[in-house]
């Protein structure tokens, strides 16, 4: 069955400490993997899509990246703006979340 | 374009009674998708439309659900009986598909319903 997993559940950082969020996936005919970003009672905001291994995008501190397993989701120097819960999700037809990973950052 | 559009925001009824969710997709897109999410589960697939045809509904939980999609821009997911176990965040999604390395192959969430199922 494919499967999508996100580490850590949940994630504390100091404004200006960087960290990486994963996503690890088995699925077979990988048609895409999406970051979203979920702010509390809204729905997901899509962020980066990703289709091949090696792949990088970026935007503002954020970069994710690729390999035939997994997928980074890069902070660099967060700011408590960037406090949300990031979804990772892998798509062949249909599109399947992992569970997220619920970031906090401290001023 | 407004987005996708779900009513109602938030929805409060009683054990038994009949729930229907609504969704408006964005308009053009080949794809609709309903999603629950939970504290517990998370954001899971209950269904998903191409071309207003079901198809994969596997992720219904049973019979007490069902989704319709009568044209290409209004879906409706309805709960019969509704039970407090059904109590989460609803949210549909719409998608074109243009290719496999097209960026537009993106899901756009609407607001989300919040069921409460007393």
């Known amino acids: 069955e494919d499967q999508v997993t996100q580490s850590p559940e949940a994630l504390r950082l100091q404004e200006g400490e960087s960290s990486s969020l994963n996503c690890s996936y088995t699925?077979?005919?990988?048609?895409?993997l999406f970051w979203y970003r979920q702010d509390p009672g809204k729905g997901p905001e899509f962020l980066f899509t990703l289709y091949s291994a090696g792949e990088e995008k970026e935007k503002e501190r954020l970069k994710a990246t690729l390999t035939k397993k997994e997928s980074f989701l890069h902070i660099t120097a967060p700011k408590p703006e960037d406090s949300a819960t990031y979804l990772c999700a892998v798509r062949y037809n249909d599109m399947r979340f992992g569970a997220g990973t619920r970031l906090t950052v401290k001023p | 374009d407004a987005g996708v559009i779900q009513s109602p925001r938030h929805e409060v009824t009683e054990m038994g009674q009949e729930v229907t969710l609504r969704c408006k997709p964005i308009?053009?897109?080949?794809?609709l998708f309903w999603y629950r999410q939970t504290m517990m589960r998370g954001l899971e697939l209950l269904i998903y439309?191409?071309?207003?045809?079901?198809?994969?509904d596997s992720g219904m939980p049973e019979d007490r659900f069902s989704a319709k999609m009568p044209n290409a821009s209004f879906s409706t997911l309805k709960i019969q009986p509704s039970e407090p176990r059904d109590s989460a965040v609803y949210f549909c999604?719409?998608?074109?598909?243009?290719?496999?390395?097209?960026?537009?192959?993106?899901?756009?969430f609407g607001a989300g319903s919040r069921l409460t199922v007393l």
């Open positions: 308009s053009g897109h080949d794809y």
């Open positions: 999604a719409s998608s074109p598909w243009t290719g496999r390395s097209s960026g537009a192959n993106v899901l756009t």
């Open positions: 439309f191409n071309n207003n045809v079901p198809i994969d």
């Open positions: 699925v077979s005919g990988l048609r895409g």
